[in-house]
């Protein structure tokens, strides 16, 4: 039974080092407010349709929540309102509205922007970082609910995977369509301790 207990509390020890070793630095004790915005950001499906996105936010992950207000982003940049713009591969609209954040899914912060990438910007707000976010939507055409779906932002401040591309996709869920290839985008995450 001892050594049962033993290796118990050395589990325990581990598990809980191992989730403390993912916590960001700048998390801080408190509830960390992470605000998102992406600017007019483009990318494709499969068949060469495209949809062109742009949208602000903020959300937390403990506990989770989500909305669309985020004032550190709209004193830094400016107001980005919500929209969508749906074209087909001749580029005639098909579709174009608003979209609602509903529900966080995941984040993975790549941490806060280094020195080097703010003198490339010429400054970036106290807070900036890179990251990955992808969220629950609800797209929205005259105000009336047509779809939802799953968007993915990603910022490549910080010190993101090789592989990842700045993007901001959209899978446009029980339909098959899925802008899943990034071809432009522009995006900032701020994270602030409340």
């Given at each position: ?59 937390t992950l ?85 779809a939802d ?46």
């Amino acid at each position: 039974m001892r050594r049962m207990w033993s290796l118990l509390v050395a589990s325990a020890l581990a598990i809980g080092y191992v989730l403390l070793a993912d916590v960001p630095a700048n998390a801080g004790f408190g509830t960390a407010t992470v605000e998102f915005g992406s600017f007019p950001s483009v990318s494709r499906a499969d068949n060469g349709d495209t949809v062109e996105l742009a949208g602000e936010g903020s959300f937390t992950l403990q506990p989770k929540s989500i909305n669309g207000v985020a004032p550190r982003i709209a004193e830094a940049f400016g107001d980005v309102p919500r929209t969508f713009i749906h074209r087909d591969a001749q580029g005639d609209v098909l579709a174009q509205g608003t979209w609602e954040p509903n529900a966080v899914l995941s984040y993975q912060s790549f941490g806060p922007a280094t020195e080097e990438q703010n003198a490339e910007f010429g400054g970036l707000p106290p807070g900036t970082e890179g990251g990955k976010l992808r969220m629950k939507v609800t797209l929205l055409v005259g105000g009336e609910d047509v779809a939802d779906g799953v968007i993915t932002i990603v910022c490549l401040l910080g010190e993101p995977p090789a592989n990842a591309e700045e993007a901001m996709l959209l899978l446009v869920q029980d339909t098959g369509v899925n802008f899943n290839r990034a071809f432009s985008g522009d995006n900032v995450f701020i994270r602030h301790v409340d």
